[in-house]
């Protein structure tokens, strides 16, 4: 499926030419284009964006990270497991819908989290389709997908293409270019924030993409919760606040359309 630009309102492009970096939900960038208007000459000096993303739909993405971005006026984009919407340690559909109401995204990361790579085609159609009924069936507005462990393939990417606008990777780590091409929007790369990572190594990854004026899109998991993929929210709210520091300014999907 594929989504054309729509013309961009003259608020949100006058809004969009006062922001020097931009931290944004994945859909707002896709669907409205934003890589592509950085490379127009009118408007004037965009250069980077950050998204935060978040795996797997944990509750401590209500609980922690969202309070926290809230505060510094950031949105966010959390990628769910369908199946495990309203059950326990997870988030519920009363939760979602509220955060989607304060400008988030929600996007899949399929139905039971299985690695794309080693189902069927059967099976992985099943993933790719019952997630987003589901979540449609939600009140959930649902464009993208993150594939689960980041297992891909051309088979996966191009199933992907057929129910969603874009597919975020997890591997390889990296930096999205701007403007991002057509066909990139179903191979995102983004920088996972593990345990072992250090807040300097997430800052380092900032301070990178403002540098070479390139799409940053982070995923976090757990937020003060155990696990390989938990990060402390006091290591968050740090990395949260130096972005802000550094000049990216929110726009939350809502606001845009």
Known sequence: MYLPRPVVSSPLFHLLCRVPFLVVPIALGIIFGLPHLYSTKEC??????????????????????????????????????????????YLTASQL?????KGWEIGSHTFTHRFLTELSNEELLEELIKSKTTLDSLGLKVFGIASPGGKYDEKVVLAITQYYSYHRTSWPSGLNDLPLKDGNRYYLKAVSIEATTTLEEAKQWVLKAKAEKKWLIFIFHRIDETGQYNWSSQDFEELVKFIKEQGFQGVPLSSAL
Do not use: H, W
């Open 44 to 89: 004037c000096n965009l250069q980077a964006m950050v998204t935060f993303s978040f795996d797997d739909g944990f509750e401590s993405t209500y609980t922690k990270a969202f309070p926290i971005l809230q505060k510094y006026g950031y949105p966010a984009t959390v990628f769910v497991i369908a199946s495990a919407i309203d059950t326990p340690g």
């Open 97 to 101: 819908r509220e955060l989607q109401s």
